[in-house]
């Protein structure tokens, strides 16, 4: 069975801290993506990331990083510097790479970045 | 370009009714998800397209729950006898394709209250 777990339910930081979001992965597959999507109060998901699991190079967008560790079975997202804007709820998903292409969202992690 | 459209944006119904929800994805994309955000919840699969293969069907939670998909175009989710447990956003995604890790474009999504 394919899960995802964001333990952090809500996350309140001041502006210009960083801030880390923990997702943890379950699955059997040895290739799969993952993501990561921004959901702001407007409603609308915006995707962020997509990672395989063949690549762990950590990656950097700006103020955004992430950190894929198949050995902990984990994608953090990380945002530095952060942003009244950034105040979302964020998601991660899982996906395989064959058979069901169904995403497997976490929970999600409600970020509050307060001026 | 136009992105993910669903309708209503809001939809308020008696228990015991059906209910019939819209989605319009983006013109060329062949992956259709529907997705179920209770309050406070993170999204729940329900069913994908991919162009004219069989759904993948495994999320919808009763047969009280069924979707159709008109070739490559819309998509609609009806809900019959509806209960106060269904009260919930119900987002649509469409992407080019499922199998190719493209991302997902969501809509606004339709709320859905059942009273």
């Known amino acids: 069975a394919q899960k995802v777990t964001q333990a952090q339910t809500e996350i309140s930081v001041v502006e210009k801290e960083d801030v880390t979001l923990d997702c943890v992965y379950e699955?059997?597959?040895?290739?799969?993506?993952l993501f990561w999507y921004k959901q702001p109060p407007s409603g609308e998901l915006v995707f962020l990331i997509r990672?395989?699991?063949?690549?762990?190079q950590n990656e950097i967008s700006g103020r955004y990083s992430w950190n894929f560790q198949k050995s902990t079975s984990s994608f953090n997202f990380t945002i530095t510097a952060s942003q009244v804007v950034d105040s979302a709820v964020y998601f991660c998903?899982?996906?395989?790479?064959?058979?069901?292409?169904?995403?497997?969202f976490g929970t999600g992690t409600r970020l509050k970045v307060l001026a | 370009g136009a992105g993910v459209s669903q309708s209503p944006s809001n939809k308020v119904t008696e228990k015991g009714k059906d209910v019939e929800l819209r989605c319009d994805p983006i013109?060329?994309?062949?992956?259709l998800y529907w997705y179920r955000q209770r309050l406070g919840q993170g999204l729940e699969f329900l069913i994908y397209?991919?162009?004219?293969?069989?759904?993948?069907k495994s999320g919808l939670p009763s047969d009280r729950f069924s979707a159709e998909r008109t070739g490559e175009s819309v998509s609609t989710l009806t809900i019959q006898r509806t209960q106060q447990e269904d009260s919930a956003v119900y987002l649509c995604?469409?992407?080019?394709?499922?199998?190719?890790?493209?991302?997902?474009?969501f809509g606004p999504g339709t709320r859905l209250t059942v009273t």
């Open positions: 013109s060329g994309h062949t992956a």
């Open positions: 699955t059997r597959d040895t290739t799969y993506y």
């Open positions: 397209f991919q162009g004219n293969s069989a759904p993948d």
């Open positions: 998903a899982l996906r395989r790479t064959s058979g069901t292409y169904k995403y497997i």
């Open positions: 995604a469409s992407s080019e394709t499922a199998q190719e890790h493209y991302e997902q474009y």
């Open positions: 990672r395989n699991s063949f690549d762990e």
